[in-house]
């Protein structure tokens, strides 16, 4: 199994963000996970295009993972590829033709995901799971680091991981919100991939450290 810690710098410091990365680029983090908000699809803004063009520059091998909370991504796709995404996660509430969004991201030859809001049932991916090469399950509503992880996630994990293993598919299970050392190795062992973890990383006195414990 993967295992594979995306830290969401959506938690750093963003007057030391370089330093972020540089410290990531130290650390076993495997993906860098990085959250677009519209402030109409979820009720807060983030940043966009040009940030993650600038940390482009500093980060190493670790892809960007891109997760798009935003009406109509499918608008943006090619400017997001351009600023360094190796990953563009939709979701599946923001996107009235899926397919036609993931194919366009796959297009532009880089992997494409799709993202469940806590309330959206797996089943609804039955027909589209083999265009996604990650699933991600929101563990907490989108829109703020910081929340409390719904536990109920844990059930969705294992229902996703039975379609997947019954089409014979290799799509990655990627966990959204609320991830700590706590529940990461609970979570690895429902049968997630990738775990998110944001605050759990950033606020915490030694972050390479805590990437370490939360693949134990
Ligand atoms: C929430 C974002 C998450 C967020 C997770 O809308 O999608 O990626 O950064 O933050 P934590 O790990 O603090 O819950
Ligand atoms: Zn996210």
């Known amino acids: 199994m ?3 810690i995306a830290a969401s710098i959506l938690s750093a410091d963003f007057t030391e963000l370089g330093k972020a990365i540089q410290m990531l680029n130290n650390s076993e983090n495997d993906w860098i996970h990085i959250d677009v908000m519209d402030g109409i699809f979820v009720p807060n803004i983030s940043f966009g295009q040009p940030i993650i063009k600038s940390i482009k520059k500093l980060k190493k091998d670790q892809p960007f993972d891109v997760h798009l909370m935003i009406e109509n991504p499918d608008r943006y ?4 590829f ?3 995404a190796d990953i563009i996660s939709v979701h599946y509430e923001a996107c009235r033709h899926l397919h036609r969004s993931l194919t366009a991201i796959k297009d532009l030859g880089i992997k494409a995901g799709v993202v469940l809001n806590p309330h959206t049932p797996v089943v609804l991916l ?3 799971l083999y265009l996604c090469d ?3 399950l929101m563990s907490v509503n989108p829109g703020f680091g910081g929340q409390k992880f719904i536990e109920n996630t844990y059930n969705k994990i294992k229902e996703l991981k039975t379609m997947i ?6 799509t990655l299970i990627e966990v959204d919100g609320g991830v700590n050392v706590e529940n990461s190795g ?3 062992a429902a049968g997630a991939d ?3 973890a944001g605050s759990a990383v950033f606020a915490s006195e030694n972050p390479i450290q805590t990437i370490k414990d939360l693949k134990k």
Do not use: H, M, W
């Open 165 to 170: 293993t019954e089409q014979g598919l290799d």
């Open 82 to 84: 351009n600023a360094g």
């Open 77 to 80: 796709f090619s400017d997001f």
């Open 2 to 4: 993967a295992r594979k």
């Open 134 to 136: 990650t699933v991600t």
């Open 186 to 188: 609970k979570l690895f």
């Open 194 to 196: 990738v775990l998110v």
């Open 126 to 128: 039955k027909d589209i």
